[in-house]
Nanobody
Framework: QVQLQESGPGLVQPSQTLSLTCTVSGGSITTDYYYWTWIRQPPGKGLEWMGATSSTGSTFYGPSLKSRTSISRDTSKNQFTLQMSSLTPEDTAVYYC????????????????WGQGTQVTVSS
């Protein structure tokens, strides 16, 4: 059973950089054919795909966040990390990490494992 767990600060000040880590257990982030993804949901809005890293370490970003988002990974710890700079209150959201097989579609239901989500509030 694969499990994902997000960790990071719950409160961040505007203009600062957010760093969130997703720790994976029960499966390796280097296993072929999987995308390890960051997704967020602002209050009252739908899910937003932010970016992903593949089993080989390639990275992919959503166009609206690409300029201030970076995803990295630590294979020795089986973790992948999201960094997002220049935060504003509009970045307040629940942030999720999730897994998708690359041969599946891209609907939210195609993600087979999700973390429980972590609330991030951007406020001074």
């Amino acid at each position: 059973q694969v499990q994902l767990q997000e960790s990071g600060p719950g409160l961040v000040q505007p203009s600062q950089t957010l760093s969130l880590t997703c720790t994976v257990s029960g499966g390796s982030i280097t296993t072929d054919y999987y995308y390890w993804t960051w997704i967020r949901q602002p209050p009252g809005k739908g899910l937003e795909w932010m970016g992903a890293t593949s089993s080989t370490g390639s990275t992919f970003y959503g166009p609206s966040l690409k300029s201030r988002t970076s995803i990295s990974r630590d294979t020795s710890k089986n973790q992948f990390t999201l960094q997002m700079s220049s935060l504003t209150p509009e970045d307040t959201a629940v942030y999720y990490c999730a897994r998708r097989h690359r041969l599946r579609g891209s609907k939210w239901s195609d993600y087979d494992y999700w973390g429980q989500g972590t609330q991030v509030t951007v406020s001074s």
